[in-house]
C-alpha cells in the first residue's frame, strides 16, 4: 500500500513539473531550447505512467484485501472489541469512501491539466511579461489544489485500506462460527387416500375370492 502511494504521489510531482515547464516554454516570443521541452515533455509522461500505476495499484490491494473480508464475514465469529468493520453494511460504507477518495485523487490532476491547458490557449497572444506572471500565479493555484486534492484522496484510500485490512486480519484468528442445527428429515407420509384404496381394494379381492372356494362344492 505504501508503495503504491509513494509511486503515486511522485508521479503527481513530476507530472505537475513536467508540465509548468512545457507551459512556460511555449511562449511565442521565447521558445525555451529543445532540451528543455524534451525533458518537460520526458517528466510529464514519466509522471503520468507513475501515477496510473501507483492508482491501478491501489486499486488492485484494496480490491483484494476486501474480497478477503467479505470471505470471512460470514465465517468467523466477530469478537466484541478490536474490529472495525463488523459486517457487510460497514464493509460497503468503506468501499464507497474508498472510492470517493479514488475519484477525488483523479479529479485533482484532471483539474490541474485542464487548467493549465485553458491558460496556456487563453494566454497565447499576450505578452511575455504578462504570460510568465500569469502562468506563475496559474501553477501556484492549481498546483495548490491538485495537491490538496490529491493527497487528501490518497490519505482517504489508505484510512479504508488499513480498516479493511486490519479487520480482515482479527477476524482470521478468530474461530468459525458455530454450525446451525439442521431441523431432523420428517418421515415421508403416505397419502390416506391411497393407502384406503390400497386396502380395500385388495382387502375386497381376496375376501370375493376366498367365499367363492366356500361355496364351490367339493
Same mark, same amino acid.
Given at each position: 500500500?505504501? =508503495?503504491?502511494? @509513494? ?8 507530472? *505537475? ?5 512545457? #507551459? ?5 516570443? =521565447? ?11 520526458? %517528466? ?8 496510473? #500505476? ?14 478477503? &473480508? =467479505? ?24 468501499? +464507497? ?6 475519484? +477525488?485523487?483523479?479529479?485533482? *490532476?484532471?483539474?490541474? @491539466?485542464?487548467?493549465? &491547458? ?24 492549481? /498546483?495548490?489544489?491538485?495537491?490538496? &486534492? ?12 488499513? /480498516?479493511? %485490512?486490519?479487520? %480482515? ?19 415421508? +407420509? *403416505? ?17 370375493? +375370492?376366498?367365499?367363492?372356494?366356500? *361355496?364351490?362344492?367339493?
Amino acid at each position: 500500500m505504501k =508503495r503504491f502511494l @509513494l509511486i503515486g504521489a511522485v508521479g503527481v510531482a513530476l507530472l *505537475i513539473g513536467g508540465h509548468a515547464a512545457l #507551459s512556460f516554454g511555449l511562449h511565442p516570443d =521565447r521558445l525555451s531550447p529543445v532540451a528543455s521541452l524534451a525533458q518537460g515533455c520526458l %517528466a510529464l509522461i514519466v509522471g503520468t505512467a507513475l501515477f496510473v #500505476s501507483g492508482m491501478l495499484g491501489l486499486a488492485e490491494a484494496y480490491e483484494r484485501v476486501a474480497g478477503d &473480508l =467479505r470471505e470471512l464475514l460470514p465465517v468467523k465469529q466477530a469478537p466484541e472489541a478490536g474490529i472495525e468493520l463488523r459486517g457487510t453494511s460497514d464493509l460497503e460504507d468503506t468501499n +464507497r469512501g474508498f472510492w470517493r477518495g479514488y475519484q +477525488r485523487t483523479a479529479m485533482g *490532476i484532471c483539474v490541474f @491539466l485542464g487548467g493549465m &491547458l485553458g491558460l496556456s490557449l487563453t494566454l497565447a497572444g499576450s505578452s511575455l511579461t504578462l504570460y510568465t506572471i500569469a502562468m506563475a500565479a496559474g501553477v501556484a493555484i492549481l /498546483a495548490g489544489g491538485t495537491l490538496a &486534492l490529491s493527497i487528501g484522496g490518497m490519505r482517504r484510500m489508505r484510512r479504508c485500506h488499513v /480498516a479493511v %485490512a486490519r479487520s %480482515a486480519s482479527t477476524l482470521a484468528a478468530q474461530p468459525d462460527r458455530a454450525a446451525e442445527p439442521r431441523a431432523p428429515a420428517q418421515p415421508r +407420509r *403416505i397419502p390416506a387416500y391411497s393407502l384406503f384404496r390400497q386396502r380395500g381394494g385388495l382387502g375386497g379381492r381376496v375376501e370375493r +375370492r376366498r367365499r367363492e372356494v366356500q *361355496i364351490t362344492p367339493s
